[in-house]
């Protein structure tokens, strides 16, 4: 099979190699998923999983990729939930093998059945950004209608997660970036735009949860922001600041079924859209993970027509 792989971690995405592998063999509760179209980080690259298995010892060369939407192909050992033919989408386990290759082996309780009407782009654009949204908002941050939310980043991949299910459940959001993202996150449904290079972030005043996705200053600052009992929730590593009278929480994105069924319901409701870019082929994978100029939305390689 085709696969993207990479062997250098300084190398970054410039290091992306296309070559032939063998196809994988699922294990017990596994599938084999025939990919259709598969999603990426480039920030994946800077993750120890992607180059050391859990004892440490070295991995490469390593599939990257996490997020995916494709066909079973094939049952592991026991495993139950879903059958060959069945159309999935959903998140792989960080220490294994990726999704830019035209199969890999998943465990199928990280799966979720995509339903017919929902193209394979479309779904392998949700894992990552759905899921960390979704937990951050309700697991994390315990989000109650009528709350408000500050939301950094809010017309990124997750930011714009964050911003329509805050909205949609009833919270008041606050969005923040740049000048050029105003009028997205706006349409997004935010009830407030804070430009960070020209705006004052304290002018928000206070408010019940913060999302963070930037870390640094910006999360310093946001953290004086959280009233009493609220949360300052953060992806961007430990948190470096702390609300004076809540919680600090930081999180790794983990794959739910349940959670990826209810992000896709609401994408075929239309109420929930997502952010894609670029889309290539496998075989245009490496420069389209390099391009010349600064990409928008999320890029998704569309491994099969």
């Known amino acids: 099979m085709k696969a993207i792989v990479v062997t250098d971690q300084a190398a970054g ?11 994988p063999e699922p294990a017990g509760n596994d599938v084999l998923v025939e990919v259709h179209a598969s999603g990426f980080t480039p920030g994946e690259l800077t993750w120890p999983s992607n180059w050391t298995d859990r004892l440490g010892r070295d991995r490469t060369p390593s599939i ?38 035209e199969y890999t082996a998943v ?29 951050g908002l309700f697991d994390h941050g315990r989000l109650q209608p009528g709350q408000s ?7 990124g991949g997750v930011g714009s997660m964050v911003t329509q299910l805050a909205g949609e459940a009833g919270a008041y959001v606050v969005a ?27 002018d928000v005043g206070r408010v019940d949860l913060v999302f963070d996705v930037i870390g640094g200053d910006v999360q310093k600052r946001s953290a004086a922001l959280v009233q009493a009992g609220g949360t300052l929730v953060t992806i ?50 490496v420069a389209a993970f390099n391009p010349t100029e600064r990409p928008t939305g999320k890029t998704i390689i569309r491994v099969r027509p």
Do not use: C, K
């Open 236 to 285: 961007a590593g430990p948190p470096e600041a702390r609300p004076a009278d809540g919680l600090a929480i930081d999180f790794v994105v983990e794959a739910d079924r349940a959670q990826l069924s209810e992000i896709v319901r609401r994408v075929r409701d239309g109420r929930l859209r997502t952010n894609i870019g670029t889309v290539a082929t496998l075989d245009d994978a």
């Open 107 to 135: 465990e199928a309780r990280n799966l979720a059945p995509l339903p017919g009407d929902v193209d394979f782009t479309v779904g392998a654009s949700l894992p990552i950004s759905g899921l960390t949204a979704w937990q």
């Open 64 to 101: 990257p990729g996490h997020e995916l939407a494709g066909v079973v192909s094939a049952l592991g050992y026991g495993t139950r939930g879903l059958s060959v033919g069945q159309r999935v989408f959903g998140l792989t386990d960080w220490t294994r093998d990726g999704t830019l290759a």
């Open 149 to 155: 939310v500050l939301v950094h980043g809010a017309a």
């Open 13 to 23: 995405t410039a290091g992306m190699t296309l070559v032939e592998r063998d196809a």
């Open 176 to 202: 923040t970036g740049r000048a050029r993202d105003r009028q997205a996150a706006l349409d997004l449904g935010a009830q407030e735009f804070v430009d960070l290079d020209r705006d004052t972030l304290e």
